[in-house]
């Protein structure tokens, strides 16, 4: 089941939440919206499940081509996964995943037996079978979360929304739980939304980023396309740490602290000022000067991890991050203080100055 | 001399405030209860029971239970009412009115009774009118049940407010998603989160509806056998020197009293501890 979502706005009061978002959801891929809070995410997901109404002279909401905006959340079959889980505290496990079919009307409701079948299935299907007459406060977050989705899932929903699916887990327990959503959709294949403010989180179990900041839609694309291609300064920003270095542009090059690279953007562009962005992969050390590299100073060393995490100042005033494999880090036998050559491997030019603080 | 926790008394202090305690509640609590029941069987147990012998008596009795069966079914619907549009919507006034809902506790009794006679009296605003449709409020049974509704009105409502704020509304768009109507999931999903503070609420709006006395006695009139309560009626026999009559009907109120306390300390229990109910529901195979 596709999703499209055309021109929906939303304040309350005076804050705008949403402001004019269009959005292709695609059949059958998991979708993440990610972004800070207060960016919408919540709110466009709450529009999509019937919970939130848009403003008025908002576009329609289309669930594959069914208009759906006029509908209430209960004909809208979408499952809603909460991100504090909602269990009904005073119900089972089992009465907690039976209750989308007990609450239908009576020619439509499911013999027991049926209900019995389906909601041991579904505590199978999410490895909490044997949990049946257990109550929510006998079980792990994990547990409950998984108890959530079994009960969201019970009633055949057309889309599967989850609202920071991840949020009130320890560390450990999400990262198993990741993973577990991934291998579950690709076993299920609904068509499934979560929001989510953690960027590792999103590239890695998505699909399909949709990255949202101040009630619009920054980019939307695949992990992989945000990650590297990003369109905005802020995708830059958002997606992992990032150094930024104020520069122009002039006669097709980009100029910033001390070097000079040419770059396609510079070509395309008229001279100006303009924003430099390295991720600390993309740059490289070197012990001989290149016309492309910039010398700089270490002046910390973070070593604990996959990789090694160097601080570095450029000319005094330009302080930014490069990260270095181990074997490298040791061949070069680097130290605090001592001299390199940086070379950026790769980088993106924004023109323009640095940004307001708020956009309008 | 040996250390001590920083916080930790001395002995003499600790034995002195738990002294002040109990001597406290000794005199104030324990020995007017157990005056009551002493002073109601002075004359035996069959002087005792033919105190409820009186049809006053029996009456004021009728009238008491009458009055609570209308002012606690009242108090349950505004105070879900009111608890419900606090915690769920956003409206303006919202702090005006649980402020509201704090007044007729914040206000004395006697002066609520006044209000209800000013308003509905002969010669109140309303007297005229009600005189003309041959409707009588004050000093008649009506009035009882206003007065009453009115000074147990925060009962319920003050007990779910908090309750009902700190939930949210999660659990009932969760049912909604879940396909569950309005109805559906105010029975099956709200009214089970609120029950214990719902039925606290009820328990503690009971005993003040049967105990209610200052604005009773105002709007009442105190006429023998029709609009006397049963707090009003033991005043009515104490004046008139029955005492073994007025400490028996009184020990019903002590009673109540009691049983209400064994409930409230009950309802606590089960508030406080785990929400998952030890009586796990059959599996519907």
Redesign the interface.
């Known amino acids: 089941m596709s999703i499209t979502v055309e021109n929906i706005s939303k304040s309350y009061g005076a804050f705008q939440a949403l402001r004019g978002v269009s959005l292709d959801i695609p059949d059958s891929q998991i979708t993440a919206l990610l972004g800070p809070s207060g960016s919408g995410k919540t709110t466009l997901l709450r529009i999509i ?3 939130e109404k848009p403003d008025e002279g908002s576009g329609p909401i289309r669930f594959h081509h069914e208009d759906v905006a006029g509908r209430r ?2 004909e809208r ?4 996964v ?1 991100q ?1 889980y ?1 269990l ?5 496990v ?2 907690n995943v ?3 079919l007990r ?2 009307p009576k020619h439509e409701r499911p013999a ?2 049926v ?2 079948r389906k909601v041991h299935d579904l505590l199978k299907l999410v490895q909490l079978d044997g949990m ?2 257990r ?4 079980l792990s977050g994990g547990q409950r979360q998984r108890v959530a989705l079994a ?2 899932l ?2 055949e929903p057309r889309v599967l929304l989850l609202d920071e699916p991840f949020g009130a887990l320890d560390a450990r327990v999400r990262k198993q739980l990741r993973a577990w959503i991934r291998r579950l959709h690709d076993e299920i294949a609904i068509t499934t939304i979560f929001v989510t403010h953690d960027q590792d989180e999103a590239l890695e179990v998505a699909d399909r980023v949709v990255v949202m900041n101040e009630g619009r839609v920054e980019q939307a694309g695949a992990p992989e396309e945000v990650f590297h291609d990003p369109a905005t300064e802020f995708v830059m920003n958002f997606l992992g740490h990032v150094n930024v270095f104020d520069g122009r542009i002039e006669d097709g090059k980009v100029t910033f602290a001390s070097v000079q690279i040419e770059h396609p953007a510079a070509l395309e562009t008229a001279a100006g000022p303009a924003r430099v962005f390295i991720r600390p992969h993309e740059l490289s050390l070197h012990l001989l000067p290149r016309s492309d590299s910039l010398p700089a100073t270490v002046t910390g060393i973070h070593a604990a991890g996959p990789a090694v995490r160097l601080t570095l100042a450029a000319d005094g005033e330009h302080t930014f991050s490069a990260d270095i494999s181990q074997d490298v880090y040791r061949a070069l036998k680097v130290s605090v203080g001592a001299k390199f050559w940086v070379l950026p491997k790769d980088l993106r030019v924004f023109p323009g100055s640095a940004p307001d603080a708020g956009r309008l | 001399m040996s250390l001590r926790p920083a916080t930790a008394e001395p002995r003499w202090v600790r034995t002195l405030l738990l002294a002040i305690t109990m001597l406290f509640l000794a005199a104030f609590l324990v020995t007017p209860l157990v005056a009551v029941f002493t002073e109601a069987l002075r004359k035996g147990v069959g002087a005792y029971f033919a105190g409820f012998n009186d049809p006053a008596v029996r009456s004021a009795i009728k009238l008491t239970l009458l009055t609570a069966g209308i002012a606690v079914p009242v108090n349950v619907v505004f105070g879900l009412a009111a608890a419900w549009s606090v915690a769920k919507f956003e409206f303006p006034g919202k702090s005006l009115l649980t402020t509201l809902i704090d007044l007729p506790l914040a206000v004395s009794p006697v002066v609520s009774g006044l209000i209800y006679v000013l308003v509905f009296g002969l010669n109140g605003w309303l007297g005229p009118w009600l005189k003309a449709h041959h409707l009588q409020v004050i000093f008649a049974v009506p009035g009882i049940v206003l007065a009453t509704v009115f000074v147990t009105l925060p009962f319920v409502a003050r007990e779910l407010i908090p309750l009902m704020q700190e939930q949210g509304t999660e659990d009932e768009e969760s049912a909604l998603t879940l396909g569950a109507s309005g109805w559906q999931t105010f029975w099956r999903v709200t009214l089970p989160n609120i029950r214990w503070a719902l039925l606290y609420g009820v328990i503690l709006c009971n005993a003040r509806a049967m105990g209610e006395f200052g604005a009773v006695s105002v709007v009442s009139g105190h006429i023998r056998g029709k609009t006397n309560t049963v707090p009003l009626q033991v005043e009515i026999l104490y004046n008139e020197y029955n005492f073994v009559a007025a400490f028996a009907v009184a020990s019903l109120l002590a009673m109540l009293a009691l049983v209400t306390l064994a409930a409230k300390s009950f309802i606590e229990w089960r508030m406080t501890s785990a929400p998952a109910s030890p009586a796990v529901p059959g599996d519907p195979t």
Do not use: C, T, W, Y
């Not at chain 1, 079959?77 to 809603?80: A, C, K, L, Q």
């Not at chain 1, 109550?135 to 006998?138: L, N």
């Open positions: 499940a019937g919970l959340v209960q079959r979408v499952g809603f909460f504090h909602a009904f505290k005073h119900m089972s089992f009465e039976a209750f989308g609450v239908r027991n037996e209900i019995d049946a007459h109550f929510p406060s006998q009960r969201a019970a009633v």
